[in-house]
């Protein structure tokens, strides 16, 4: 079985995703963290995401692993783990650049697709229900205002030591927003037949009590 969970940056799709995978036995697979391992390698090589042809290179040289180490998913880019690198505030605006590039979201639909073959899987990134699993037994479209969203984020980066700014962290998030659901190639959208929760206001609990309520519905529980 396959749950796809989609919308827009802060939403809450990593944390509900990891709740769910663990509450239910399910592979919790973070898409999203496979952009910023290639976003991280295009910022380290400082090619930048106009010159195509290095970013092509920099991609087809690339090794990209999600491992369970002691229980918790961590991501490897050619060999290496770059958990913490890739959660850093500027790779989350590289991630949304290399993501806009066709050639390299081909390349790693097919890399997510091939993981998720067997096994009952939980995604979430911008376009799972839509492009990488559009035959998903059951889809959910995660969003929530921008103020809220902003201070998700901010309080996010406080915790882990890093600077931030309120302000300069919403502006980041309306940007991405922009640039998700404009993109020519798999832009941000929810799919036809996705449930859709509004998780402004709602804490991860209850977030997690609809979405588990609807997997059991559907596995007959």
């Known amino acids: 079985m396959v749950i796809a969970i989609d919308g827009p940056a802060g939403a809450g799709k990593s944390t509900v995703a990891k709740y769910i995978a663990k509450?239910?036995?399910?592979?919790?697979?973070?898409?999203?963290?496979?952009?910023?391992?290639?976003?991280?390698?295009v910022y380290e090589d400082g090619c930048g995401v106009e010159n195509t042809e290095r970013v092509k290179e920099l991609l087809d040289d690339s090794v990209i692993d999600i491992k369970y180490v002691d229980g918790t998913q961590?991501?490897?880019?050619?060999?290496?783990?770059v958990s913490k690198e890739i959660r850093l505030n500027h790779i989350s605006k590289m991630a949304s650049d290399v993501s806009a590039l066709p050639f390299v979201r081909e390349k790693l639909v097919s890399m997510q697709r091939k993981m998720s073959e067997n096994g009952d899987y939980i995604l979430d990134g911008r376009d799972i229900g839509t492009v990488v699993f559009p035959g998903a037994e059951l889809k959910f479209f995660l969003t929530a205002s921008v103020e809220e969203r902003a201070t998700r984020r901010y309080k996010e980066l406080i915790e882990k030591g890093q600077q931030a700014d309120f302000d300069t962290v919403k502006k980041e998030i309306e940007q991405r927003d922009y640039n998700d659901s404009h993109r020519k190639t798999s832009p941000l959208k929810k799919a036809d037949d996705a449930i859709e929760l509004d998780t402004t206001g709602l804490d991860i609990d209850e977030v997690c009590a609809r979405i588990e309520k609807e997997v059991n519905r559907v596995l007959g529980k």
Do not use: E
Request: charged residues 25%.
């Open 74 to 81: 961590t991501v490897w880019l050619d060999g290496k783990d």
């Open 23 to 41: 509450k239910l036995g399910f592979v919790y697979l973070d898409t999203g963290a496979m952009y910023r391992a290639i976003g991280l390698k």
